[in-house]
């Protein structure tokens, strides 16, 4: 099967009774990852025009770095063309030999601009992803301590080389360091559970744009951000903290969806090379994570979903042509995902997420 459902304990025992349908959601998330998000443009865009159309209750939507942009697409007033405008852009990235940080800021800025809409119809998007009552968007960014708050290569190598040594010994280690930051629409709840935030900013028409280039800052790649309304701090990738999300998340009894790109899922992005430290289970006890399977992505140009190091592995036509493939692929998952929930409701592809990875 290409497609797989984890859910969590209490979750899985849910759809097991009702299967799985837009009103039992409360939160949708959208994970750090770069190029790899390709892999579901379709099923967001089916999502979109087809499940969640029939909800009628306010969802909250928390994303980190590309998945906050994903998350920004799901709040506009049409989610699936601004997904389609967002995946045109991303999977259309040029660059003549090794890019510096600010090239690639500077085409992080127009992709971001893309999905906005044109220059006449961005203030209008803005406005209406900032207000929508429907979709409650929630950034994750991080930011530097005071002693660490310089744009430098230098500083940051200096905090992220402290970040990584005692992340092995503590992960809590990578927050002190790096704090998390959510801009999230004015008057909306924290969407975690058990996470105390010290910093929760609303989100304006002002720092909307700021807000979702920082959240996808990845430090050395890209230039840090200064976010209106916020610190006077800078501000990087939320994935530091936030690059799968460890849960858990709000307490309700409603269910929190989660596509992703693989069924694997790893806490902060510090912890990809710790084989040891992957999320447990019991903080995803509400969760639906809607996967692409092992076996599909064998299928896939190489055998992987595509990641940033294709800018390195491929000339650009061949790039090019593995991720069009990629996203012409993926409707597969849509087609397979569409099925089920026609027979069963899903049910027929959920497993226990304690099967997962």
């Known amino acids: 099967m290409s497609l797989q459902l984890f859910a969590g304990e209490r979750a899985y025992a849910r759809l097991m009774e009702e299967g799985l349908n837009a009103d039992q959601l409360s939160l949708i998330i959208g994970a750090s990852g770069g190029p790899k998000w390709l892999v579901l443009s379709k099923l967001d865009q089916y999502l979109n025009d087809y499940f969640l159309t029939s909800a009628t209750q306010s969802i909250d939507l928390i994303g980190s770095s590309i998945g906050s942009w994903r998350m920004a697409c799901y709040a506009q007033e049409n989610p699936a063309q601004a997904i389609q405008n967002l995946c045109e852009g991303?999977?259309?990235?040029?660059?003549?030999?090794?890019?510096?940080?600010?090239?690639?800021?500077?085409s992080a800025k127009d992709i971001l601009e893309g999905f906005l809409g044109n220059e006449a119809d961005t203030e209008r998007h803005r406005e209406f992803i900032v207000?929508?009552?429907?979709?409650?968007?929630?950034?994750?960014?991080?930011?530097?301590?005071?002693m660490f708050n310089h744009a430098s290569n230098l500083v940051q190598g200096v905090a992220l080389g402290a970040a990584a040594i005692a992340n092995p010994i503590r992960s809590k280690v990578v927050e002190t360091l790096f704090p998390r930051v959510v801009f999230s629409r004015k008057g909306a709840p924290s969407p975690y559970r058990d996470i105390?935030?010290?910093?929760?900013?609303?989100?304006?028409?002002?720092n909307l744009t700021p807000a979702l280039a920082a959240s996808g800052a990845i430090p050395f790649v890209l230039e840090p951000i200064k976010v209106p309304d916020s610190s006077n701090r800078w501000h990087w990738d939320g994935g530091l903290v936030d690059y799968h999300f460890?849960?858990?998340?709000?307490?309700?009894?409603d269910l929190v969806l989660y596509p992703h790109f693989y069924p694997k899922l790893i806490p902060g992005w510090l912890d990809?090379?710790?084989?040891?430290r992957r999320v447990d289970p019991k903080a995803y006890d509400n969760v639906v994570?809607?996967?692409?399977s092992y076996e599909f992505i064998e299928t896939l140009p190489d055998r992987h979903v595509?990641?940033?190091k294709d800018f390195e592995q491929y000339d650009?036509?061949?790039?090019?042509?593995?991720?069009?493939?990629?996203?012409?692929q993926s409707e597969q998952l849509v087609d397979v995902l569409h099925d089920a929930l026609e027979k069963d409701g899903g049910r027929s592809l959920v497993q226990p997420l304690k099967q997962m990875g």
């Not at 105390?196 to 002002?206: S, Y």
């Open 289 to 292: 994570v809607m996967s692409p």
């Open 272 to 276: 990809k090379a710790l084989p040891w």
């Open 196 to 206: 105390k935030l010290k910093e929760q900013i609303d989100l304006t028409e002002k």
């Open 131 to 146: 207000n929508n009552p429907n979709r409650r968007l929630h950034i994750v960014t991080v930011r530097n301590r005071l």
């Open 246 to 253: 460890s849960g858990p998340f709000k307490r309700s009894d």
């Open 90 to 106: 991303y999977s259309s990235q040029y660059y003549e030999g090794r890019p510096t940080p600010a090239q690639v800021s500077q």
């Open 316 to 328: 650009t036509p061949t790039r090019f042509k593995n991720w069009q493939q990629v996203i012409k």
């Open 306 to 308: 595509p990641e940033r």
